[in-house]
Nanobody, 114 residues
């Protein structure tokens, strides 16, 4: 089972951009799905974006057109490019590997100020 470490979070003004990275301790090539989730205080964890082994992507309606997920199997890393950030995007962002047997990272905080 791999370990996932997220990075790239921080404080940004509304309209700004951040790029999150999820580095795996082992190969991610075998995982059919890699995904980013987020959880804001008082809310349930929700899916932000996911990418299949074949590069097929899906996004939550709230981030469609602003966020882009990608994966680099050679580097065992998944990315989330976040543009046009809004205060509602403030949350802890988690990386997840797998779809049945899953592994979670510990998360990285993203705070968007108005």
């Amino acid at each position: 089972q791999v370990q996932l470490v997220e990075s790239g979070g921080g404080l940004v003004q509304a309209g700004g951009s951040l790029r999150l990275s999820c580095a795996s301790s082992g190969s991610i090539a075998g995982y059919n799905v890699m995904a980013w989730y987020r959880q804001a205080p008082g809310n349930q964890r929700e899916l932000v974006a996911r990418i299949s082994r074949d590069g097929i992507t899906n996004y939550a309606d709230s981030v469609q057109g602003r966020f882009t997920i990608s994966r680099d199997n050679a580097k065992s890393t998944v990315y989330l490019q976040m543009n046009s950030l809004k205060p509602d995007d403030t949350a802890v962002y988690y990386c997840r590997a797998g779809s049945v047997y899953v592994t979670w990272g510990r998360g990285t905080q993203v705070t968007v100020s108005s």
